[in-house]
T-cell receptor, first 111, second 111 residues
Framework: EDQVTQSPEALRLQEGESSSLNCSYTVSGLRGLFWYRQDPGKGPEFLFTLYSAGEEKEKERLKATLTKKESFLHITAPKPEDSATYLC????????????FGSGTRLQVQP | DVKVTQSSRYLVKRTGEKVFLECVQDMDHENMFWYRQDPGLGLRLIYFSYDVKMKEKGDIPEGYSVSREKKERFSLILESASTNQTSMYLCASDEGTYGYTFGSGTRLTVV
């Protein structure tokens, strides 16, 4: 059974204070690992897909990295508008095509 | 951009009512999904569909059914609503490569 564990559950940062969110996963053959951002009361919004260990992707202050067991979402010099819940999900090559999600990390960036 | 539209943002229904949640996507995607999201539990897969008139159970299908008569529309049906079905319901679609596009969600309260 595919499993995704995200840590920490919640994170409070000061504006400009860089940090990382962790996503540990167990999957029977990784097809893709996905990061989403979710604002309160809204649906998740796609950020990145990573396909193989060693891959990195960047978007503004966010950088996602992937190893064989976990992924990190690095946030550099965050701003208050980066406050959101960040969700990680995996998709396996075998079995069903649906994504398996972690519980998310609630990030609050204070001015 | 792909658009996934959920017909209602907020719904309040009574226990025992039959409830229909509608989802429409505008990009001819084959795959569509229904998740529910609860605090601390993350997104859990209820049902998904790979094609018209095809459906597969997810992790928590009990008390739910689905209908996909047309490619663009995927409906979630609560046969007899109960208070433990109070939740945020998220619909998503994808074309198999880049992960999901989500709707804005329907917050359902069963009283």
């Amino acid at each position: 059974e595919d499993q995704v564990t995200q840590s920490p559950e919640a994170l409070r940062l000061q504006e400009g204070e860089s940090s990382s969110l962790n996503c540990s996963y167990t999957v029977s053959g990784l097809r893709g690992l996905f990061w989403y951002r979710q604002d309160p009361g809204k649906g998740p919004e796609f950020l990145f897909t990573l396909y193989s260990a060693g891959e990195e992707k960047e978007k503004e202050r966010l950088k996602a990295t992937l190893t064989k067991k976990e992924s990190f979402l690095h946030i550099t010099a965050p701003k208050p508008e980066d406050s959101a819940t960040y969700l990680c999900a995996v998709q396996a090559y075998t079995g069903r095509r649906a994504l398996t999600f972690g519980s998310g990390t609630r990030l609050q960036v204070q001015p | 951009d792909v658009k996934v539209t959920q017909s209602s943002r907020y719904l309040v229904k009574r226990t025992g009512e039959k409830v229909f949640l509608e989802c429409v996507q505008d990009m001819d995607h084959e795959n569509m999904f229904w998740y529910r999201q609860d605090p601390g539990l993350g997104l859990r897969l209820i049902y998904f569909s790979y094609d018209v008139k095809m459906k597969e159970k997810g992790d928590i299908p009990e008390g739910y059914s689905v209908s996909r008569e047309k490619k663009e529309r995927f409906s979630l049906i609560l046969e007899s609503a109960s208070t433990n079905q109070t939740s945020m319901y998220l619909c998503a679609s994808d074309e198999g490569t880049y992960g999901y596009t989500f709707g804005s969600g329907t917050r359902l309260t069963v009283v």
